[in-house]
């Protein structure tokens, strides 16, 4: 399968634990993204990455969380003392270069429930 | 906050029925998006739009954006059970941010 890959598919972790969860994009696309979901709401944008180059992170992206992109291959987006408010489906997207840089296309999601 | 509103928030129809969802928004987006997630899984791609006024057709799903590039519509007729989903849209920022709306649940009962 070549589609976007995202591991674990749920996390169950205890409040004031750290968390790590890693996307596997469409191989040839440069472009990544991390969103986060809620429960009766759209994704939200959080950060993106053109190649290893993290460029834009949302200011829902506070201190306790941190992405990596090395290589400009997987990434990983680790959330660091999760709070109950951390719980929610953290998804990853890719896409191609700018000019096709919004059909993104979404993993299955991490589906985080912190307790 | 969703820049992006959509309407209704729930809809639900017999098989063989026909439905719209509707996407607005203040905003002009360069582009717009149509998702359909289901529960437990990732949004996928329905479409893109790019040209106000613009209508494409995906078998029974048309997808029209606004002359303004503010609004967007989803009609599918003759609805069938397997389109039971949540329907997303999401608007275009600049060249890389996608902002999304908060979806229409859609429930075709068999």
């Known amino acids: 399968d070549t589609g976007v890959s995202q591991n674990p598919r749920h996390k169950i972790t205890k409040r004031g634990q750290n968390v790590t969860f890693r996307c596997d994009p469409i191989?040839?696309?440069?472009?990544l993204y991390w969103y986060r979901q809620t429960l009766g709401q759209g994704p939200e944008f959080l950060t993106y990455f053109q190649n290893e180059a993290q460029l834009e992170k949302s200011r829902l992206l506070s201190d306790r969380f941190s992405a990596e992109r090395p290589k400009g291959s997987f990434s990983t987006l680790e959330i660091q003392r999760t709070e109950q408010g951390d719980s929610a489906m953290y998804l990853c997207?890719?896409?191609?270069?700018?000019?096709?840089?919004?059909?993104?296309?979404f993993g299955q999601g991490t589906r985080l429930t912190v307790v | 906050t969703q820049l992006l509103e959509q309407s209704p928030q729930f809809l639900s129809i017999q098989e063989g029925e026909n439905l719209t969802v509707y996407c607005n928004s203040s905003?002009?987006?360069?582009?717009l998006q149509w998702y359909r997630q289901e529960p437990g899984e990732g949004p996928v791609l329905l479409v893109t739009v790019v040209t106000g006024g613009e209508v494409k057709k995906l078998k029974r799903l048309t997808f029209q954006f606004g002359d303004a590039r503010k609004d967007s519509s989803l009609h599918i007729t003759a609805a069938q059970p397997g389109d039971t989903g949540l329907y997303l849209c999401a608007g275009g920022w600049g060249d890389y941010k996608l902002s999304f709306g908060a979806g229409t649940t859609v429930t075709v009962r068999a």
């Open positions: 905003s002009v987006f360069s582009s």
């Open positions: 191989s040839e696309h440069n472009r």
């Open positions: 997207a890719s896409s191609l270069d700018r000019f096709r840089a919004l059909e993104a296309f």
